[in-house]
Every structure is written in C-alpha cells, then in structure tokens.
C-alpha cells in the first residue's frame, strides 16, 4: 500500500477516541528517545501511557485540527495542526503531531499525507522536530522540499526553553 491509497480526513469529534488510541503508539515510538527521562516514556500501572494533555481542545479550539489518515478504512497515522510557533517567529500552521504506524512506513504514506496537510491551508507552516528525531528531520525537510507550491524554506537549529531540535518554516501557496 502506498500514499496514492491514502484517504485523509478531519477527525470528527466522534473520531477522537481514534487518535487517541494512536497516539499510544505514537507516544511508545518517542519513548525510545526518552530513556534518559525519569518519569516520560514510562507506562501507567494500567499498562497504557498517559493521556495527551490538551488533546480534547483539537475538537473545541478553531485554531487546533486533528487530522486521520486511512487505508482501506483502517486508521494508518494521524497528524494534529494547531498554530503554536516554537520558535519566536509567528506561523499560521504548525504540524505538533504527525505520526504513520510501522507497518506502512517507508511507502510514501508520510509524504502524501503531509502534502495533503499542506493543502488544506496557505500561509506559513512549520514542523519543528526533536534534535533525537533524526529520521523525522530527514523525512520533514523532503516533504517541504517536494511539495510543488512550497518556497522560502528556512530551517533553524534551536536550543532554548521553547525548543531543542530542528525548526522547519516554509510558505505554502
Ligand atoms: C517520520 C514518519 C512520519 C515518516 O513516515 P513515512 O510514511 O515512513 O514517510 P515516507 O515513506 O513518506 O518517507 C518519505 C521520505 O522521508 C525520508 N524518511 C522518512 N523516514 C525516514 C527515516 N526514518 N530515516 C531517514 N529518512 C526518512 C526518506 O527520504 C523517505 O524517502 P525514502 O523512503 O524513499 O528514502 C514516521 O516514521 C513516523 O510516524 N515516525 C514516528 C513519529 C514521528 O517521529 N513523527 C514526526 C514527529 S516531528
């Protein structure tokens, strides 16, 4: 299965107990880059992660969108947009969250769905990614980089309260 089977949706608020049962997997995944953290990363006592703070808001705050990406109807990934910088410099997209499972990774399933993100709004995005994420910033950059409509890619390295990683900023349409 490719990104050309790729349905990508607005989750409707019935559809939030979806995402967030990916975002268990989501968080497992960045737990491998938590192993120095004391307390994130860990399971609760009833085996699952703690909830995602604030998530409940993506169905409530206009400027917040919960996105479900599927295959043949099976739920394959998720992103959450909001328009929250983490840099000083701000931005009218923000992708905060963006994940596909592993069976369908390395397919072009990210990419298609990135790029339909895209579409869905002109105007400044930005992907910031944690500086462990070495595999997200690669995967960032060339969904910036082929997208047709993209310009003025910037690409800051930031180490401060906001942020420790890679900030992507780019203008689309
Ligand atoms: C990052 C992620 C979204 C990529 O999804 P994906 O569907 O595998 O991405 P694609 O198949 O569309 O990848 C497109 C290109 O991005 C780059 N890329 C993607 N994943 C990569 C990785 N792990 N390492 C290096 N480059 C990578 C490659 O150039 C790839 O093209 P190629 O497979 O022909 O080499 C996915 O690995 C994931 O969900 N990771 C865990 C959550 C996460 O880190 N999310 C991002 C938070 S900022």
Do not use: C
């Not at 917040?64 to 394959?76: D, Q, S």
């Not at 895209?118 to 082929?146: C, D, K, P, Y």
């Amino acid at each position: 299965m490719s990104g050309a089977d790729l349905a990508v949706s607005r989750a409707a608020p019935e559809e939030a107990p979806i995402v967030a049962n990916l975002m268990q997997f989501y968080i497992h995944d960045f737990s491998e880059l938590w192993f120095d953290r004391a307390i994130e990363g860990e399971l609760e006592p009833d085996g699952r992660f703690s909830d995602y703070p604030g998530l409940d808001a993506y169905w409530s705050d206009p400027t917040r969108e919960a996105w479900l990406f599927r295959i043949k109807g099976r739920p394959v990934g998720f992103a959450l947009v909001n328009d929250v910088a983490h840099s000083r410099t701000p931005v009218d997209r923000a992708v905060a969250e963006f994940f596909i499972v592993r069976k369908h990774r390395r397919r072009g399933v990210g990419l298609a769905a990135a790029h339909a993100l895209f579409g869905t709004a002109w105007g400044v995005w930005e992907a910031a990614v944690v500086r462990r994420n070495v595999g997200a910033l690669a995967f960032w950059r060339r969904a910036a980089q082929s997208y047709p409509g993209v310009r003025d890619v910037v690409e800051e390295d930031h180490d401060d309260a906001l942020w420790n990683g890679a900030i992507l900023r780019f203008r689309v349409g």
